[in-house]
């Protein structure tokens, strides 16, 4: 018999409380119970009237009613009128949402270019002029305008930016809204975000920005004397997931048009079942500065657009006429995540 070995011993003491441990751990992991994402729980309802009949007499008083780190669904209920004021919805207030008595009877409405001075002295620039800015998630807005008054400019001019609305919050949606201005109208400056049934009114890259954004069933109207563009999107980077994707639109007014611009390196924009008028500028896309190249890494397609104006917007070389395969990714709510926070009914 040869002798007893305390190394040998040792050696399976170890391995075997290893064994033990790892599953103890696999246990643990299976067991443990999953987080679970909580969202808002209790519903508050604020009234604001200019006349004095509801809780507030300006929208922004009411915003600012609502505590920091808000964990209610509160619902802004705005009367008719038109609410002459600034509006911030900070990012520290979520789950908010405007709803209007119909976009041709309440409208917030302000009227600051890039070109004029902020309290500090020094010039606003263009994301600051937004007659609303909202930086919260969660935010929604229903039956109700949104208004910058500064007058277009003249193609060229410095300074005239003027945005009637700046989101820069994630997971926002929009519908039967009104936004009017010239240039820079809609500022879909971050995050995702969906609009349903909106008019959208400008001159110059009216809609703008580096948003993740859905735009079903609006209306996009312009309203350019000499020259205009819908779109400028600023993708920067071929890993982003952002850029705005047209579906069921209608282009109407006035021309030539350029239906978007390469604001970003990898801008990104697709028009898929759009009515277009002949407005459309020849060729149908601008790469912005005509310098860096974007028109060999822009991505501009087009997909069963229809119209007078329908053949122009596939006029670029560098516009691409999507088959369903590469349309598809751009013709969901699934381009926005938006199966996960827009309930069916409003898709």
Not at 289 to 313: E, I, L, M, Q, R
Request: charged share 20%; hydrophobic share 35%.
């Amino acid at each position: 018999m040869s002798s007893f070995k305390p190394q040998f011993f040792l050696i399976f003491f170890v391995l075997f409380s290893l064994q033990t441990a790892c599953r103890s751990t696999e246990t643990f992991n299976i067991t443990r119970p999953k987080h679970k994402w909580v969202g808002p729980s209790g519903n508050l309802t604020i009234h604001v009237d200019l006349h004095g009949s509801g809780d507030f007499k300006s929208v922004q008083a009411a915003v600012d009613s609502i505590p920091n780190y808000n964990q209610k669904n509160v619902l802004i209920k705005i009367a008719a009128g038109c609410y002459i004021e600034k509006v911030v919805v900070p990012a520290s207030k979520p789950y908010i949402t405007f709803q209007g008595a119909g976009r041709d009877r309440t409208a917030i409405e302000w009227h600051d270019r890039a070109s004029d001075r902020g309290p500090d002295g020094q010039q606003l620039r263009t994301y600051q002029t937004a007659s609303v800015t909202v930086f919260a998630s969660y935010f929604s807005a229903k039956n109700i305008s949104f208004k910058n008054t500064a007058p277009a400019p003249m193609p060229g001019l410095e300074g005239w930016q003027a945005a009637a609305f700046r989101i820069s919050g994630d997971k926002a949606f929009f519908s039967g809204c009104g936004f009017y201005g010239a240039q820079d109208t809609l500022c879909d400056d971050a995050g995702r975000h969906y609009f349903k049934d909106c008019y959208i009114e400008g001159s110059i890259d009216f809609i703008f920005g580096n948003g993740r954004s859905m735009y079903k069933d609006c209306q996009l109207h312009s309203i350019a004397t000499r020259f205009g563009s819908i779109a400028a999107q600023d993708r920067n980077c071929p890993d982003e997931k952002t850029g705005f994707a047209f579906v069921h639109c209608r282009v109407t007014g006035t021309g030539p048009l350029y239906v978007g611009r390469a604001m970003g390196q990898y801008s990104r924009i697709v028009f898929s079942y759009t009515y277009f008028a002949s407005i459309v500028a020849r060729g149908g896309w601008d790469d912005w500065d005509h310098a860096s190249n974007k028109n060999k890494t822009a991505f501009f397609g087009v997909y069963k657009c229809y119209g007078p104006g329908a053949a122009a917007v596939s006029g670029a070389s560098w516009a691409r006429e999507l088959d369903y395969e590469t349309a598809h990714p751009f013709l969901a709510k699934s381009f926005v995540n938006g199966r996960h926070w827009i309930a069916p009914t409003d898709a």
